[in-house]
């Protein structure tokens, strides 16, 4: 639409300039040939009235005031020439050899004699002006030629470009509320129009493939919007259709791999566990001596590995088992420091920048998530010439942040997104559920966990739990421990 103005506005003003340009160039044509009739009738008049003979020899004498006259009235000034091309009269009192030819050119005569209207038309210029000059034959009584009629045309544009000016200023004014009224209406329409896209495109960015999509539903929508929305809506349906049988298909899988792994890990120590009691009843003697000693032996060999399958039995347990929020208010870094006393390593150091940082957190799994990264950071430095663990806590905005920093193998770019999966470690030993069931156990307290690792360089662990929010109506707990 505004495009529409725009052109319709440049085409107007265009034709509206030509138009004028037309019309000035009929009116000058037009006036100058009633001048010239006009002009032509007062010299006949003259011819008429005049008591010399009429010749070309008298005609000097025949105008020598009558030019004049003739000039003033019709305010147009001419000359005179004879039949050979030589000037006879002019009506300028005081004639200019730049301005008046004392004699026509050959071709003017030319022109004139072969023109069957015996009237010759010619385009001048002077001082920048553009002027026509036209050319006739002056008659005798007996309509014989005795001389050249020349009549020198100014065009005067003056007040047609005055007049043009002012009409293509109103018109400008007037476009220029159109333009506006164009603007606004084409806003109002563009919106109407796309309300409804609008509405469909918000609606796909809330689209959530692991939540509930609504449906669109709008009022007498126009046949492609309606085609759109329901277009939108059979792939809601398709989608939340889809949703249920990936997450379906993913808890059987989940449950799979996870009885698979169970089935893996409770075989290791089995058949330990078969090898000693089928050694141990081929070779058992009721008469050796020694009988004792080797059933303690057998018997501890049993125990260790009954205790592998507990172990084992309590990791997925624990990985299980959601931790409840007793809400118990705690002195964080002292929880901390006594979560590492359990470790024997000298190159263990622990730093917190105050003695008291409270949160409500459970005080079994905040030890819980403090031993698993301890246990990951002292299994990182084996292999390092001097090993060093440092675990500090600081307050960093409105969280209590636990850091876990080491100086041994990293982490692998290719493992960083894999690092809490359940099940995914780099050891040899182990079932990679420590790392996962620490991320649980934070994000089950709106708290969250970050490591940053450069491989041959160290891996620091970040745990961010929330700080305990006092309200007035709440007593302050002591159980600081």
Request: aromatic fraction near 8%; charge should be neutral.
């Amino acid at each position: 639409m505004i495009f529409l103005v725009l052109f319709a506005s440049v085409l107007i003003a265009g034709v509206t300039v030509y138009q004028y340009k037309e019309q000035s160039i009929d009116y000058h044509q037009d006036r100058m040939e009633r001048k010239e009739e006009q002009i032509r009738q007062s010299v006949g008049l003259a011819i008429q009235k005049t008591t010399y003979p009429v010749v070309e020899d008298r005609l000097g004498l025949i105008f020598k005031d009558e030019i004049y006259e003739i000039a003033m009235v019709q305010n147009m000034n001419f000359n005179i020439y004879g039949l050979d091309g030589s000037l006879i009269k002019s009506s300028r009192p005081k004639l200019e050899n730049d301005a008046v030819a004392m004699c026509l050119d050959a071709s003017v005569l030319n022109h004139l004699e072969m023109s069957p209207e015996k009237r010759y038309l010619e385009a001048n210029s002077a001082a920048g002006d553009n002027y026509q000059t036209s050319y006739t034959y002056i008659m005798d009584r007996k309509f014989k030629p005795i001389g050249i009629l020349q009549l020198p045309y100014f065009e005067d544009n003056t007040f047609n470009q005055m007049e043009l000016r002012e009409f293509m200023m109103r018109l400008a004014g007037v476009y220029l509320l159109m333009l506006i009224m164009a603007v606004v209406f084409a806003y109002i329409i563009s919106k109407y129009i796309t309300r409804s896209l609008e509405t469909i495109s918000g609606m796909m960015e809330r689209t959530d493939l692991t939540k509930s999509n609504e449906k669109i539903y709008l009022q007498n929508p126009g046949e492609e919007i309606g085609k759109l929305i329901d277009s939108y809506n059979g792939m809601i349906d398709e989608l939340e259709q889809s949703a249920a049988k990936l997450a379906r298909s993913e808890r059987e899988q989940a449950w799979r791999e996870m009885a698979r792994q169970v089935a893996h890990e409770i075989k290791n120590p089995l058949t330990p566990m078969r090898l000693s009691v089928q050694s141990f009843e081929r070779k058992f003697d009721p008469k050796d001596p020694n009988v004792h000693q080797k059933v303690k032996e057998f018997s501890e060999t049993l125990i260790q590995q009954i205790d592998t399958m507990s172990s084992i039995a309590s990791a997925f347990s624990n990985f299980a088992q959601m931790p409840a929020q007793q809400n118990e208010t705690l002195n964080v870094v002292a929880i901390v420091k006594l979560a590492l006393d359990i470790f024997n390593e000298d190159y263990i150091h622990f730093i917190a920048e105050q003695d008291k940082i409270i949160a409500k957190l459970d005080r079994t799994q905040l030890i819980r998530v403090v031993t698993n990264l301890v246990k990951n950071a002292i299994q990182a430095v084996p292999e390092v010439a001097a090993p060093r663990v440092l675990v500090s806590v600081a307050k960093e905005g409105g969280f209590v942040k636990i850091s876990v920093a080491d100086n041994g193998v990293g982490i692998k770019e290719e493992n960083s997104e894999k690092i809490f999966e359940p099940k995914f470690t780099t050891k040899t030993s182990g079932m990679g559920l420590g790392l996962g069931m620490v991320k649980n156990i934070v994000e089950t307290y709106q708290g969250k966990i970050k490591f940053t690792s450069q491989p041959g360089k160290g891996t620091v662990f970040c745990v961010l739990f929330p700080l305990a929010q006092k309200t007035r109506n709440e007593p302050s707990k002591n159980s600081f421990s």
